[in-house]
């Protein structure tokens, strides 16, 4: 009885073990929203089909692992407090065409993080991916609404219509400002516009919050007025205590567009 007790013990550990991470991998590796359970062995399809289960208290600490290939995302992925997504690198490759059906200046990131109230505990990361906006297609990267303790690091992103990343604090000013928020070592490219109202990373309502080891490339874009900053204020900036170091930040000179 002691042994079966034991062996069920045993089980019921590494059960919980497994629950922690939660596996995404193409059609080719066996990827299926429709059959998959999470599982390394079953793993789901799309990173919107894994945030919107992996979500809620019981969720909170765990991982959603993105494998090799390229997801084709067509709809917001909203990621719930204390998840984190972690990918291969540069071959895990999240392609998106989300955007936003309503006014033009409102904006859709592909991924969105959005706390309940200024200053939510986040405790969570996004690392280790690259995003495709596909030539502008998609509206933005990822979104970090009244949220702190999110980190983003090692992050490809490139071509994307408004942003790539952008961290925004809530009321303007903030009642309650995000802390302990980071970007670093992240390739970002032309992400950023179209004109001044836009950059590859937007920042507002931030304390203390980190920018570093980055590289951040805005090449000009074709016709007037349509390139942004590599780093723009938003929601009026009201920034604490930012540090931005040891990035490379580059924005193509010209004539033709309103350059500031």
């Known amino acids: 009885m002691k042994k079966i007790l034991t062996i069920f013990l045993l089980l019921a550990v590494s059960l919980i073990a497994e629950a ?9 590796n066996g990827g299926s929203d429709t059959d998959g359970d999470g599982s390394s062995a079953h793993p789901w399809l799309t990173l919107k089909h894994a945030a919107d289960t992996v979500t809620g ?24 407090v204390g998840v984190s997504i972690v990918g291969q690198g540069a071959t895990s490759i999240i392609s998106t065409t989300v955007v936003d059906t309503g006014q033009p200046w409102d904006e859709t990131a592909t991924i969105i993080l959005s706390g309940p109230t200024e200053g939510t505990d986040g405790s969570q990361s996004i690392s ?3 995003f495709d906006g596909n030539n502008y ?10 949220r702190s ?12 219509h408004y942003y790539g ?24 490219y032309n992400c950023g516009g179209p004109n001044a109202s836009y950059g590859d990373i ?35 900036g009201y920034n604490h205590g930012l ?3 040891d990035n490379t930040i580059s924005l193509e000179e010209s004539s033709v567009y309103d350059e500031w």
């Open 149 to 160: 303790n999110v980190v983003i690091h090692h992050v490809d992103m490139d071509d994307f």
């Open 57 to 80: 208290a019981t969720f909170v600490g765990d991982t959603i692992v993105v494998g090799v290939g390229t997801f084709t995302e067509t709809q917001q992925i909203v990621l719930a």
């Open 165 to 188: 990343i952008r961290f925004r604090g809530g009321a303007i000013p903030p009642t309650t400002y995000a802390t302990g928020n980071e970007i670093h070592d992240c390739d970002i």
């Open 128 to 130: 280790y991916l690259a």
């Open 137 to 146: 297609t998609a509206d933005a990267g990822i979104f970090v609404y009244q």
């Open 243 to 245: 540090k931005i170091y």
């Open 202 to 236: 937007q920042i507002g309502g931030q304390e203390g919050m980190l920018i570093y080891n980055n590289n951040i490339y805005q090449p000009l874009r074709p016709g007037f007025n349509q390139s942004g900053f590599p780093i723009k204020y938003v929601a009026g």
């Open 20 to 28: 922690d991470k939660w596996y995404i991998a193409t059609a080719a």
